[in-house]
């Protein structure tokens, strides 16, 4: 009798750990969503780029262009195609490679005012042989107004202005000559304060971009054109107290090969004619 009692109680005891364990696996289950290993594991991979993104953003903000740079780098070779990372990488670049000095800033012009003359000799888009200045002396209210809206063999992303520049992003259409040579094209347009000041910008390209310097023929202005040896070649002249600026980023190669291309881009700009 005892026996069979204790093997009752057995049974009962086992057949509540086995309720219990029940219990807890459906409690564990409601707790957590379904799948929710896997589903995690896609969400992370989803939001990588975007993180990216955002850090390199967050860094360009604080001035930390070369972590900007390898951030968005590392996300286009995961994405090729992530338009925006491409954009802001081709402006990160610009400004990491061209630092103007402290007395060169917008408003400053290199130490002249408004009203100031350009270096004795004149200079790039300044000398007695370019257009007047007239119309080019005055601030403008909206500084992307002197880019191209629209480029024939290009998709523009409009003008993005501020208070002292405007850039409009260009990426080659496909079945265009230079899809696939080049990633992103650039034009620019700065404030300077002066006719000095803009003067001085140009004249600065040999510093930013020193390979291949030349001077060129930008419509009806002269300017400067160079290369960083890597990626990137730029042209800039300017017109009155505006510097203007293409940059033009090479998928490979030696960039001074897409210099023409960066001139022919840089002469659809209307302060050229």
Do not use: C, W
Not at 97 to 106: K, T, V
Not at 115 to 124: C, H, I, V, Y
Not at 162 to 180: I, K, N, S, Y
Request: hydrophobic share 35%; proline share 7%; glycine share 12%.
């Amino acid at each position: 009798m005892t026996g069979i009692t204790r093997n009752k109680r057995l049974l009962v005891l086992a057949a509540a750990a086995a309720a219990l364990a029940a219990v807890i696996l459906v409690a564990s289950s409601l707790s957590s969503p379904q799948g929710s290993g896997p589903r995690s594991s896609m969400s992370s991979s989803e939001s990588r780029p975007g993180a990216d993104l955002r850090a390199a953003l967050d860094a360009e903000r604080a001035g930390e262009t070369t972590e900007a740079i390898a951030l968005l780098r590392r996300l286009l070779e995961e994405d090729p195609s992530h338009t925006e990372a491409r954009r802001a990488l081709a402006r990160v670049e610009r400004t990491a490679a061209r630092r103007p000095p402290a007395d060169l800033g917008p408003g400053t012009g290199g130490g002249g005012g408004p009203d100031a003359e350009p270096p004795a000799g004149g200079g790039p888009g300044t000398d007695p042989g370019d257009p007047s200045a007239e119309g080019y002396d005055r601030p403008r209210e909206d500084l992307g107004e002197m880019l191209p809206a629209s480029v024939q063999g290009y998709r523009s992303t409009g003008a993005e202005s501020g208070p002292a520049d405007a850039q409009v992003t260009l990426e080659p259409r496909l079945g265009t000559e230079v899809f696939g040579k080049v990633t992103v094209a650039s034009m620019v347009v700065r404030d300077m304060g002066s006719l000095s000041g803009a003067a001085a910008f140009v004249a600065g390209t040999g510093k930013a971009y020193p390979n291949g310097l030349s001077d060129v023929k930008v419509g009806v202005l002269n300017g400067k054109s160079g290369t960083d040896g890597r990626r990137l070649v730029s042209v800039s002249f300017a017109r009155g107290r505006f510097a203007f600026e293409v940059l033009l980023t090479a998928t490979s190669g030696d960039p001074v090969s897409y210099k023409d291309e960066a001139v022919r881009l840089a002469s659809l700009i209307p302060a050229t004619k």
